[in-house]
């Protein structure tokens, strides 16, 4: 299916090509179905790699490098990981503009927060830890968390559908069945498929 993947100049994912593979081939994924929907669809979604992440309050200000609640670090290479770089802690984040409409569960769970955090414009954003970005050896974990942030969150969220994660350990609610069983479908997908 990767043929049927361009991205032109503005860097945008083609949305024709794409849909002339949905109509010619028969064997695609649920990646490729969920790229095809989340590019059709008329909001912006931005993926980038940022050394730092980049969010910011309601009013607009941008939320400075020491009051962020998480942060990317630099890739550990020691004696452990063979002196392979890897990444800890955080690999991808999703947010969505101030505009997005939760449903019930994830307002809730937004309104319990202390702070909310949202994208700088109209468009919903996954931010890869770029601090990795010159070593090939995290090249599979961004295209898992990838898989896992913009198939699973973002796909979510642009569905309308429950688009967090629901710890069970949080006082008798039940996990977000459906996202985390699709969260798995696509990274295993996106695992085997990589060449990385
Ligand atoms: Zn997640």
Redesign the pocket.
């Known amino acids: 299916m990767r043929k049927y993947v361009s991205i032109d100049d503005d860097g945008l994912v083609d949305n024709d090509l794409l849909q002339k593979g949905l109509l010619l081939e028969k064997n695609y994924g649920i990646n490729y179905q969920s790229l095809c929907d989340i590019s059709a669809d008329s909001r912006r979604v931005v993926v980038s790699l940022n050394d730092d992440i980049e969010v910011y309050y309601k009013n607009g200000e941008r939320v400075p490098k020491d009051k962020l609640p998480y942060n990317f670090r630099v890739p550990i290479s020691d004696e452990y990981n063979n002196y392979t770089p890897e990444i800890v802690g955080y690999v991808g984040v999703?947010y969505s503009p101030k505009n997005h409409q939760w449903e019930e569960k994830g307002e809730k769970l937004f309104n319990e927060r202390e702070i909310q955090l949202y994208t700088k414009g109209n468009f919903y954003s996954v931010q890869l830890n770029g601090r990795g970005k010159q070593f090939r050896s995290v090249y599979r974990t961004y295209v898992v968390i990838l898989a896992?942030?913009l198939f699973?969150?973002i796909k979510f969220m642009l569905n309308g559908k429950s688009a967090l994660?629901y710890p069970e350990a949080r006082s008798g609610e039940a996990s977000n069945v459906e996202l985390e069983n699709h969260?798995r479908e696509s990274v295993d997908e996106a695992d085997k498929n990589c060449n990385y």
Do not use: D, L
Request: glycine residues 14%.
């Open positions: 999703s896992h942030e699973g969150h994660h969260i």
